[in-house]
T-cell receptor, first 113, second 112 residues
Framework: DSGVTQTPKHLITATGQRVTLRCSPR?????VYWYQQSLDQGLQFLIQ???????AKGNILERFSAQQFPDLHSELNLSSLELGDSALYFC????????????FGPGTRLTVL | DQQVKQNSPSLSVQEGRISILNCDYT??????FLWYKKYPAEGPTFLIS?????DKNEDGRFTVFLNKSAKHLSLHIVPSQPGDSAVYFC???????????FGKGTSLLVTP
């Protein structure tokens, strides 16, 4: 158990809908990262937050957005969902955002029908 | 554009033998490399890492070798155990604390 929690574990929704994925980092960690893993692909970096502020952005679609709240939990919002958004979404955390070793949550499996 | 490549989707090894998982990268700016292990329905778990200033790092049964000139790294598991059966991801970073670039993973099966 990495100490990173993600909810929900599974999410099934329809095209065009909007969903919110939630992540709580390890106790004491200030930085949160979001990754997407599509079928048979490696994890693709989406976005990083540090202490409430956006720090780095990857190939995140404009339909996707994220934020990190004062209690340090983070939410990833996916809107106007398409079939291709079906994937595993992982959250990871580190203490200061300056470490290479990231600790991953169990992921949320999103299925868009 | 896949900057980290794991060209073997799967590998099967007998228990007690050596498992060698390979990884190639294209970005010469990468200066830190990691291996993660992933079981089904779980998130990736950090296994071992190596900085670009080293060519070898060892932790128990796991050793990572880095060949910078070839832009190649490998993970050796000796001896392999059935509990090592998992998907192994190679990852690289070029800027401490920022995005990790992952390969597609190699599924290792260790048979008794």
């Amino acid at each position: 158990d990495s100490g990173v929690t993600q909810t929900p574990k599974h999410l099934i929704t329809a095209t065009g809908q909007r969903v919110t994925l939630r992540c709580s980092p390890r106790s004491g960690d200030l930085s949160v990262y979001w990754y997407q893993q599509s079928l048979d692909q490696g994890l693709q970096f989406l976005i990083q937050y540090y202490n409430g502020e956006e720090r780095a952005k990857g190939n995140i679609l404009e339909r996707f957005s994220a934020q990190q709240f004062p209690d340090l939990h983070s939410e990833l919002n996916l809107s106007s969902l398409e079939l291709g958004d079906s994937a595993l979404y992982f959250c990871a955390s580190t203490k200061t955002g300056g470490e290479n070793e990231q600790f991953f949550g169990p992921g949320t499996r999103l299925t868009v029908l | 554009d896949q900057q980290v490549k794991q060209n073997s989707p799967s590998l099967s090894v007998q228990e007690g033998r050596i498992s060698i998982l390979n990884c190639d990268y294209t970005n010469s700016m990468f200066d830190y490399f990691l291996w993660y292990k992933k079981y089904p329905a779980e998130g990736p778990t950090f296994l071992i890492s190596i900085s670009s200033i080293k060519d070898k790092n060892e932790d128990g049964r796991f050793t990572v070798f880095l060949n910078k000139s070839a832009k190649h790294l490998s993970l050796h598991i000796v001896p392999s155990q059935p509990g090592d059966s998992a998907v192994y991801f190679c990852a690289a970073s070029s800027n401490s604390g920022y995005a990790l670039n992952f390969g597609k993973g190699t599924s290792l099966l260790v048979t008794p």
